[in-house]
Antibody, heavy 121, light 110 residues
């Protein structure tokens, strides 16, 4: 069974940093692009960042570009999101998700349960 | 970039059909085949029900169908069932090499 499991969320002060992890299992990790999506309390989905299967290409939402860095360790089947200069508006559930197709489709078919990030003093 | 435009809510009775629209621009919905639809029940992670505008992943009921005309994509749910009550989000690849979601639509089964 294909699964992804996020970890690393928590309470952090404004301006602080946090590193999220996402462990994948049940599929050939390096074949698939991976994505981070977040959802603020009571709000809709917001795409955050995408990384290709090889890790050579990465893209970011305007709201996080320059503050967040996506990366992956294909030898460990793990995706990361390094979040710096955190703001209150970054408070959300952060989901890790796998791309549906090997060739890339910018669509996610396997989602984790999410990890909660709260930015507050 | 602003979110894709979806109606805030739609409703229908069991057995009926509903359609949810998702309007973007030629730089996203209108320019690419990478339009997807997700269903999200309260407290749960999203679940993809349509990808590449019209394709259903394995295990998704054929009561769900997708289409696109110009800058507007649509999701139709036929034969409404109680379990279809959920939030629905569209998404599209964009010319900026990003992905954008719609604001979400709450489907109520009366």
């Amino acid at each position: 069974e294909m699964q992804v499991l996020e970890s690393g969320g928590g309470l952090v002060q404004p301006g602080g940093s946090l590193r999220l992890s996402c462990e994948a299992s049940g599929f050939t990790f390096n074949y698939y692009a991976m994505t981070w999506v977040r959802q603020a309390p009571g709000k809709g989905l917001e795409w955050v960042s995408y990384i290709s299967g090889s890790g050579d290409s990465a893209y970011y939402a305007d709201s996080v570009r320059g503050r967040f860095t996506i990366s992956r360790d294909n030898s460990e089947n793990t995706l990361y999101l390094q979040m710096n200069s955190l703001r209150a508006e970054d408070t959300a559930i952060y989901y890790c998700a796998k791309d549906i197709l090997v060739r890339g489709g910018f669509c996610m078919d396997v989602w984790g349960k999410g990890t909660t990030v709260t930015v507050s003093s | 970039q602003s979110a894709l435009t979806q109606p805030a809510s739609v409703s229908g009775s069991p057995g009926q059909s509903i359609t949810i629209s998702c309007t973007g621009t030629s730089s996203d919905v209108g320019g690419y085949k990478y339009v997807s639809w997700y269903q999200q029940h309260p407290g749960k992670a999203p679940k993809v029900i349509i990808y590449d505008v019209i394709n259903r992943p394995p295990g998704i009921s054929n009561r769900f169908s997708g289409s696109k005309s110009g800058n507007t994509a649509s999701l139709t749910v036929s034969g409404l069932q109680a379990d279809d009550e959920a939030d629905y989000y569209c998404s599209s690849y964009t010319s900026s090499s990003t992905v954008i979601f719609g604001g979400g639509t709450k489907l109520t089964v009366l």
